[in-house]
């Protein structure tokens, strides 16, 4: 048999995010949201799950992504939907490229600034 020698381009990783899986009480009533739903809702909105698992932040169980996006850009809507559609305060994002973070959601501004030193890194 004879395979070509050709490489595979790896993914471009845009963006690290941090969503948590436990709803604001922001929402009403809290309870645990899946990471699998998390998953979905990413995917859903446009976003490539290039890696995915569950850590434990300091306060709850957290999906740590490293996703590409259609068209190599990140939408600011499409994460501060996916906060809506986790029930999050809001969506912790870091570019790995630019060294940039950033909160994202309708209750960003109750968290302050983005603090690298509580962002979980995907083990990529």
Known sequence: MNIPNTEIPL????LYLNVGLRSSQKYGS???????YAVDKLRDLGFKVETAEVRRSATEDTL??????AGGTVRPDALFALAVL???DCVASYNPETKVGSL???HAEAWGDFKVEFFLFPSV
């Open 11 to 14: 993914p471009t990783i845009a």
């Open 30 to 36: 809290v309870h645990d949201v899946s990471a699998q």
């Open 64 to 69: 740590v992504a490293a996703v590409s996006f």
């Open 86 to 88: 986790c029930r999050q």
């Open 104 to 106: 994202v959601g309708p």
